[in-house]
């Protein structure tokens, strides 16, 4: 199954990319800000909460860099303007992370610092390998200043375990996910059950260590497992939630809600969707079989 996926992806590629609009559009709020807001304010009606991600990474000069951050310095402010529960996240990389380090501190600053006057919370998105040190490096040290930010770990990465020893102790807010990327089995767990093993022991020692917990993933076993957990350990509501992609099984985000757990929808917009939406199907060839249906159903 894994290689037919992967020769749908690359069959996805080549297609015009009127047709990759198509299905992208059920995982993106539009290119507009305008649209993004649409659609929290259509999440916030059913109480589920939202994280707004301008699209784009790893960008190429500082000019770039700045335009991103000013885009998400408008986001924070349309949050606040429309009164809409959700925070924001970035990727560092489109901050600058690669460019310069303090830069890139500089910028996530701003955003920070704007955040906090909006009481708001800036998530700061988790990237591929090369990254991984820095972006830890960048919370730390934002962390020295900040109370209002918080950081992704991916547990398909077999040091995760330890970044979470280290970043623990100082009570850090996390967003636990797989992890999407593609890299060497020397680094990363490639067994489908080994990684949801230690999504579960990366949990379990996040909840025993009274850190709050983003607990990401649209697979129900994972579900039904940090379920169990909760109740187990009786877990106060306040001190995590359950986030998910938008447009991705919306029937199990709504039973989520439905059962009193505190539910965030991850809402990207922008004009960069083409690229977003290939790279996602690279790193996930299992949505590209999806995709592939959808297209050949359509009328």
């Not at 059920?26 to 259509?42: F, N, P, S």
């Not at 708001?120 to 960048?138: G, K, P, Q, Y």
């Not at 020893?165 to 060497?184: D, M, Q, T, V």
Request: charged content about 30%.
């Amino acid at each position: 199954m894994e290689l037919i996926n992967n020769l749908i992806v690359s069959i996805v590629q080549i297609l015009p990319k009127s047709t990759i609009h198509i299905f992208a559009k059920k995982y993106i709020a539009g290119e507009e800000l305008e649209d993004a807001i649409k659609v929290v304010k259509e999440l916030n009606k059913k109480g589920i909460l939202a994280t707004i991600d301008v699209l784009g990474e790893s960008v190429k000069n500082k000019s770039e860099s700045q335009e991103a951050k000013n885009e998400c310095l408008k986001v924070l402010d349309a949050i606040e303007m429309n009164k809409l529960n959700a925070n924001l996240s970035i990727k560092p990389t489109q901050l600058g992370l690669s460019i310069d380090k303090d830069f890139c501190f500089q910028q996530v600053s701003e955003l920070l610092e704007r955040a906090k006057k909006y009481n708001n919370f800036v998530r700061i998105d988790m990237e591929d390998s090369t990254v991984t040190d820095a972006t830890i490096e960048l919370y730390n040290r934002l962390r020295e200043k900040y109370d209002n930010v918080g950081i992704v770990v991916q547990a398909y990465l077999k040091r995760t375990i330890n970044d979470v020893e280290k970043l623990n102790p100082s009570k850090a807010n996390y967003r636990l996910c797989k992890g999407i990327y593609i890299e060497s089995e020397k680094i990363a767990y490639k067994d489908k059950q080994k990684i949801r093993d230690n999504y579960l022991l990366l949990l379990n020692k996040m909840l025993d260590d009274g850190n709050y917990v983003g607990i990401a993933t649209h697979d129900d076993y994972l579900i039904e497992q940090a379920y169990k957990m909760i109740k187990e350990k009786n877990i106060p509501k306040d001190k995590f939630e359950f986030q998910m992609l938008y447009g991705v099984k919306e029937n199990l985000r709504d039973k989520i809600n439905s059962d009193g757990y505190k539910i965030r929808i991850y809402v990207p917009f922008g004009k960069h969707w083409y690229a977003y939406s290939v790279r996602r199907l690279k790193e996930n060839p299992h949505l590209a079989w999806e995709i592939t249906k959808s297209i050949f159903s359509l009328n």
